[in-house]
Protein backbone atom coordinates (compact mmCIF):
# COMPACT_ATOMS: atom_id res chain seq x y z
CA UNK A 1 0.00 0.00 0.00
CA UNK A 2 1.40 3.60 -0.94
CA UNK A 3 1.73 5.66 2.44
CA UNK A 4 1.17 9.40 1.58
CA UNK A 5 4.36 11.96 2.02
CA UNK A 6 3.31 15.08 3.77
CA UNK A 7 5.59 17.57 2.54
CA UNK A 8 3.87 20.65 3.88
CA UNK A 9 7.14 22.51 4.82
CA UNK A 10 6.76 26.32 6.09
CA UNK A 11 8.31 28.22 8.63
CA UNK A 12 6.61 30.17 11.21
CA UNK A 13 7.12 33.97 11.13
CA UNK A 14 8.85 34.46 14.71
CA UNK A 15 10.61 32.29 16.70
CA UNK A 16 10.43 31.58 20.33
CA UNK A 17 13.80 33.44 20.98
CA UNK A 18 13.21 34.77 24.00
CA UNK A 19 12.04 31.28 25.49
CA UNK A 20 15.65 29.77 26.08
CA UNK A 21 17.69 32.85 28.11
CA UNK A 22 20.92 30.50 27.20
CA UNK A 23 21.31 31.17 23.58
CA UNK A 24 24.21 31.49 21.88
CA UNK A 25 23.76 33.78 19.42
CA UNK A 26 19.69 34.96 18.72
CA UNK A 27 20.60 37.26 16.13
CA UNK A 28 22.11 34.72 13.89
CA UNK A 29 20.71 32.18 15.00
CA UNK A 30 17.05 33.83 13.46
CA UNK A 31 19.24 34.88 10.60
CA UNK A 32 19.43 31.16 9.65
CA UNK A 33 16.28 30.20 10.14
CA UNK A 34 15.35 32.71 7.94
CA UNK A 35 17.59 31.74 5.40
CA UNK A 36 16.45 28.07 5.18
CA UNK A 37 13.53 29.45 4.22
CA UNK A 38 13.19 28.49 0.32
CA UNK A 39 16.82 26.26 -0.04
CA UNK A 40 17.06 22.50 -1.24
CA UNK A 41 16.27 20.59 1.61
CA UNK A 42 20.02 19.48 2.16
CA UNK A 43 21.24 23.29 2.38
CA UNK A 44 17.91 23.87 4.90
CA UNK A 45 19.00 21.10 6.94
CA UNK A 46 22.55 22.23 7.71
CA UNK A 47 20.82 25.97 8.00
CA UNK A 48 18.76 24.80 10.90
CA UNK A 49 21.40 22.64 12.16
CA UNK A 50 23.44 25.63 12.75
CA UNK A 51 20.27 27.81 14.46
CA UNK A 52 19.55 24.74 17.04
CA UNK A 53 23.12 24.94 18.04
CA UNK A 54 22.95 28.86 18.44
CA UNK A 55 19.44 28.86 20.00
CA UNK A 56 17.63 25.94 20.93
CA UNK A 57 13.80 26.43 20.42
CA UNK A 58 10.52 24.51 19.44
CA UNK A 59 10.25 26.48 15.57
CA UNK A 60 13.54 25.43 14.94
CA UNK A 61 13.42 21.72 16.44
CA UNK A 62 9.78 21.84 14.21
CA UNK A 63 11.28 22.85 11.02
CA UNK A 64 14.32 20.56 11.08
CA UNK A 65 11.80 17.68 11.81
CA UNK A 66 9.85 18.41 8.90
CA UNK A 67 12.94 18.77 6.07
CA UNK A 68 14.16 16.04 7.69
CA UNK A 69 11.10 14.08 6.51
CA UNK A 70 11.27 15.57 2.95
CA UNK A 71 14.93 14.17 2.92
CA UNK A 72 13.51 10.63 4.17
CA UNK A 73 15.29 11.05 7.25
CA UNK A 74 12.69 9.52 9.74
CA UNK A 75 14.25 8.25 12.41
CA UNK A 76 16.22 11.71 12.54
CA UNK A 77 12.95 13.67 12.25
CA UNK A 78 11.96 11.77 15.36
CA UNK A 79 14.66 13.51 17.39
CA UNK A 80 14.29 16.84 15.64
CA UNK A 81 10.26 16.69 17.06
CA UNK A 82 11.13 14.98 20.10
CA UNK A 83 13.60 18.21 21.08
CA UNK A 84 11.14 20.40 19.55
CA UNK A 85 8.55 18.80 22.54
CA UNK A 86 10.97 20.46 25.44
CA UNK A 87 10.14 23.87 24.23
CA UNK A 88 6.33 23.04 23.82
CA UNK A 89 5.12 25.20 26.49
CA UNK A 90 1.28 25.08 26.56
CA UNK A 91 0.74 25.75 23.22
CA UNK A 92 -2.10 23.16 22.59
CA UNK A 93 -2.29 23.66 18.97
CA UNK A 94 1.51 22.98 18.91
CA UNK A 95 1.73 19.50 20.70
CA UNK A 96 -1.28 18.31 18.41
CA UNK A 97 0.70 18.98 15.20
CA UNK A 98 3.67 17.59 17.14
CA UNK A 99 1.98 14.42 17.88
CA UNK A 100 0.77 14.57 14.19
CA UNK A 101 4.02 14.91 12.23
CA UNK A 102 5.93 12.01 15.17
CA UNK A 103 2.72 9.55 13.68
CA UNK A 104 3.51 10.23 10.30
CA UNK A 105 7.03 9.68 10.82
CA UNK A 106 6.18 6.46 12.43
CA UNK A 107 3.89 5.41 9.63
CA UNK A 108 7.29 5.81 7.52
CA UNK A 109 9.42 3.50 9.47
CA UNK A 110 6.14 1.10 9.46
CA UNK A 111 5.80 1.49 13.26
CA UNK A 112 1.76 1.31 13.05
CA UNK A 113 1.47 1.14 17.00
CA UNK A 114 3.28 4.14 18.00
CA UNK A 115 1.68 5.94 14.90
CA UNK A 116 -1.90 5.12 16.25
CA UNK A 117 -0.22 5.87 19.84
CA UNK A 118 1.04 9.49 18.40
CA UNK A 119 -2.23 10.04 16.25
CA UNK A 120 -4.76 9.75 18.71
CA UNK A 121 -3.20 12.05 21.46
CA UNK A 122 -3.13 14.66 18.63
CA UNK A 123 -6.92 14.12 17.54
CA UNK A 124 -7.90 14.03 21.28
CA UNK A 125 -6.35 17.70 21.27
CA UNK A 126 -7.40 18.57 18.03
CA UNK A 127 -11.53 17.18 19.03
CA UNK A 128 -11.41 20.50 20.91
CA UNK A 129 -12.99 22.99 19.38
CA UNK A 130 -10.95 25.49 19.53
CA UNK A 131 -8.20 23.59 17.48
CA UNK A 132 -8.44 23.56 14.11
CA UNK A 133 -7.02 19.99 12.36
CA UNK A 134 -4.52 20.36 9.65
CA UNK A 135 -5.40 19.37 6.55
CA UNK A 136 -2.28 17.47 6.50
CA UNK A 137 -2.92 15.87 9.76
CA UNK A 138 -6.72 14.46 8.31
CA UNK A 139 -4.48 12.77 5.81
CA UNK A 140 -1.86 11.01 8.26
CA UNK A 141 -5.39 9.96 9.94
CA UNK A 142 -6.42 8.26 6.50
CA UNK A 143 -3.51 6.23 6.30
CA UNK A 144 -3.47 5.10 9.28
CA UNK A 145 -7.05 3.71 8.88
CA UNK A 146 -6.05 2.15 6.03
CA UNK A 147 -3.48 0.48 7.04
CA UNK A 148 -5.47 -0.88 9.71
CA UNK A 149 -8.49 -1.63 7.45
CA UNK A 150 -6.20 -3.90 5.27
CA UNK A 151 -5.15 -6.12 8.45
CA UNK A 152 -1.21 -5.46 7.27
CA UNK A 153 1.24 -7.85 8.72
CA UNK A 154 3.81 -5.67 11.32
CA UNK A 155 6.67 -4.99 10.83
CA UNK A 156 9.73 -4.84 12.44
CA UNK A 157 10.91 -1.34 12.57
CA UNK A 158 14.80 -0.56 12.40
CA UNK A 159 15.91 2.88 13.84
CA UNK A 160 18.15 3.85 10.99
CA UNK A 161 20.86 5.48 12.93
CA UNK A 162 24.48 3.34 12.62
CA UNK A 163 27.72 3.53 14.92
CA UNK A 164 30.70 3.04 13.19
CA UNK A 165 33.96 1.71 15.11
CA UNK A 166 37.88 2.08 13.71
CA UNK A 167 38.99 -1.40 12.79
CA UNK A 168 39.59 -4.19 15.41
CA UNK A 169 38.06 -2.05 17.80
CA UNK A 170 35.84 -2.21 20.49
CA UNK A 171 35.66 1.06 21.84
CA UNK A 172 33.57 3.62 20.52
CA UNK A 173 35.36 6.80 18.84
CA UNK A 174 34.34 10.58 18.92
CA UNK A 175 31.99 10.26 15.81
CA UNK A 176 30.53 7.28 17.46
CA UNK A 177 29.80 8.55 20.34
CA UNK A 178 27.50 11.46 19.07
CA UNK A 179 25.75 8.90 16.84
CA UNK A 180 24.90 7.30 20.45
CA UNK A 181 23.46 10.23 21.93
CA UNK A 182 21.15 10.89 18.87
CA UNK A 183 20.46 7.66 19.03
CA UNK A 184 19.07 7.04 22.68
CA UNK A 185 16.76 9.98 21.81
CA UNK A 186 14.86 8.34 18.62
CA UNK A 187 14.80 4.91 21.19
CA UNK A 188 12.76 6.92 23.89
CA UNK A 189 9.47 6.71 22.40
CA UNK A 190 9.81 3.33 21.78
CA UNK A 191 10.80 2.06 25.02
CA UNK A 192 7.65 4.44 26.55
CA UNK A 193 5.72 2.01 24.21
CA UNK A 194 7.21 -1.32 26.09
CA UNK A 195 9.34 -2.05 22.96
CA UNK A 196 12.45 -4.15 23.17
CA UNK A 197 15.69 -2.64 21.32
CA UNK A 198 18.25 -5.37 19.90
CA UNK A 199 21.96 -3.39 19.20
CA UNK A 200 23.44 -5.64 16.35
CA UNK A 201 27.56 -6.08 16.25
CA UNK A 202 28.71 -6.34 12.40
CA UNK A 203 32.32 -6.76 11.82
CA UNK A 204 33.87 -6.48 8.17
CA UNK A 205 35.02 -9.44 6.01
CA UNK A 206 38.87 -9.77 7.26
CA UNK A 207 39.72 -13.06 9.09
CA UNK A 208 37.80 -15.53 10.84
CA UNK A 209 34.01 -15.71 11.46
CA UNK A 210 34.07 -16.69 14.94
CA UNK A 211 36.65 -13.78 15.88
CA UNK A 212 34.58 -11.34 14.17
CA UNK A 213 31.49 -12.24 15.52
CA UNK A 214 32.80 -12.15 19.50
CA UNK A 215 34.05 -8.93 18.26
CA UNK A 216 30.86 -7.39 16.77
CA UNK A 217 29.28 -8.68 19.96
CA UNK A 218 31.31 -6.90 21.97
CA UNK A 219 30.46 -3.63 19.90
CA UNK A 220 27.31 -4.36 20.32
CA UNK A 221 27.74 -4.52 24.16
CA UNK A 222 29.76 -1.23 24.09
CA UNK A 223 27.02 0.54 22.66
CA UNK A 224 24.28 -1.04 25.13
CA UNK A 225 26.91 0.47 27.92
CA UNK A 226 26.82 4.01 26.79
CA UNK A 227 23.12 4.00 26.32
CA UNK A 228 22.69 3.16 29.37
CA UNK A 229 25.12 5.32 31.35
CA UNK A 230 23.73 8.61 29.14
CA UNK A 231 20.13 7.68 29.19
CA UNK A 232 19.12 5.65 32.88
CA UNK A 233 15.41 5.17 31.23
CA UNK A 234 16.99 2.68 28.73
CA UNK A 235 18.76 0.00 31.50
CA UNK A 236 17.19 -3.13 31.16
CA UNK A 237 15.20 -2.62 28.04
CA UNK A 238 18.59 -3.38 25.42
CA UNK A 239 19.70 -6.31 24.13
CA UNK A 240 22.58 -6.85 22.14
CA UNK A 241 24.01 -9.28 20.07
CA UNK A 242 26.92 -9.90 17.67
CA UNK A 243 26.83 -11.45 13.76
CA UNK A 244 30.00 -10.84 12.69
CA UNK A 245 30.15 -10.55 8.75
CA UNK A 246 26.76 -12.29 8.05
CA UNK A 247 25.63 -9.37 7.10
CA UNK A 248 27.50 -7.54 5.39
CA UNK A 249 26.03 -4.07 4.13
CA UNK A 250 28.19 -3.07 1.38
CA UNK A 251 30.48 -5.25 -0.79
CA UNK A 252 34.17 -4.54 -1.53
CA UNK A 253 37.66 -5.22 -0.06
CA UNK A 254 38.90 -1.58 0.02
CA UNK A 255 38.98 0.23 3.31
CA UNK A 256 36.04 2.48 2.72
CA UNK A 257 34.19 -0.72 2.16
CA UNK A 258 35.20 -2.29 5.21
CA UNK A 259 34.89 1.15 7.71
CA UNK A 260 31.15 1.22 6.54
CA UNK A 261 30.77 -2.42 7.19
CA UNK A 262 31.99 -2.20 10.83
CA UNK A 263 29.08 -1.03 12.57
CA UNK A 264 26.42 -1.46 15.29
CA UNK A 265 22.55 -1.12 14.10
CA UNK A 266 19.30 -1.70 15.71
CA UNK A 267 15.94 -3.24 15.67
CA UNK A 268 12.78 -2.43 17.30
CA UNK A 269 11.02 -5.58 19.05
Known sequence: MKIKQY?????????SFFAN??????????????????????????????SA??????????????NQQKLQQ???????????????????????????????????LNDLPNALAAMGAADKIYAKKWIDKP?????????????KAAGLPKVRPKVDIDILFDPQSMAINEKGLAKVKELGLALMPYIKAGK????????????????????SEDRAKSVVA????????????????????SQLRY??????????NRRVDVEVR
Open 251 to 260: QGNNKEMHAL
Open 74 to 108: YSQSLVSFINARQFLGSDEQKKANLLGRMASSYIQ
Open 226 to 245: ALETLYPELRGQLDYEGRGY
Open 135 to 147: EWANYVSEDIDKL
Open 21 to 50: AECLSEYEAKAMYLRAQGQSAADSEHLLKR
Open 53 to 66: VLCENYDVYYALGL
Open 7 to 15: WVFYFCGAM
Open 196 to 215: RILIVGHSEKTGDQESNRQL
